[in-house]
């Protein structure tokens, strides 16, 4: 399917390119109604649902119940801080080892993953010792 180009998607996607954090839709929308004050929530949600459908970004739910976007399409994990919410990519070499265990297990075809680990941050660590102080 050929997807017409379009500036506010295209201004969506570097957005994002610029952001380790895995924003939100809304984080999305207040940062890029800076530079396209009449883009609509909608259209936002529309732009990064589409981006997600074509893998040119990854959608993730993190347990917040809200979704979370990442440019990052590399294999990778994510941690989710469950003081904070804070989403952190993750590399890990083991990745690729994983999958091919999980498809010798798996009577089917295993086409991608989603891993996340689940704690505190160290920033939440830090801020529960000093106040611990």
């Given at each position: 399917?050929?997807?017409?180009?379009?500036?506010?998607?295209?201004?969506?996607?570097?957005?994002?390119?610029?952001?380790?954090?895995?924003?939100?839709?809304?984080?999305?929308?207040?940062?890029?109604?800076?530079?396209?004050?009449?883009?609509?929530?909608?259209?936002?949600?529309r732009?990064?649902?589409?981006?997600?459908?074509m893998?040119?970004?990854?959608?993730?739910?993190?347990?917040?119940?809200?979704?979370?976007?990442d440019?990052?399409?590399?294999?990778?994990?994510?941690?989710?801080?469950?003081?904070?919410?804070?989403?952190?990519?993750?590399?890990?070499?083991?990745?690729?080892?994983?999958?091919?265990?999980?498809?010798?297990?798996?009577?089917?075809?295993?086409?991608?993953?989603?891993?996340?680990?689940?704690g505190?941050?160290?920033?939440?660590?830090?801020?529960?010792?000093?106040?611990?102080?």
């Amino acid at each position: 399917m050929a997807v017409k180009y379009s500036r506010q998607r295209q201004m969506i996607y570097n957005f994002l390119m610029t952001r380790k954090d895995h924003p939100t839709a809304d984080v999305v929308y207040r940062n890029v109604r800076e530079e396209f004050p009449n883009i609509s929530l909608g259209t936002v949600y529309r732009n990064l649902t589409l981006l997600a459908d074509m893998g040119e970004i990854q959608r993730l739910q993190v347990g917040d119940g809200v979704d979370h976007f990442d440019a990052d399409t590399s294999k990778h994990c994510h941690f989710i801080c469950s003081n904070c919410s804070a989403v952190t990519d993750m590399q890990l070499d083991c990745l690729e080892e994983l999958l091919i265990k999980a498809q010798q297990t798996f009577d089917g075809r295993i086409d991608r993953q989603s891993t996340c680990f689940y704690g505190v941050c160290g920033s939440c660590l830090d801020k529960s010792a000093k106040d611990m102080e």
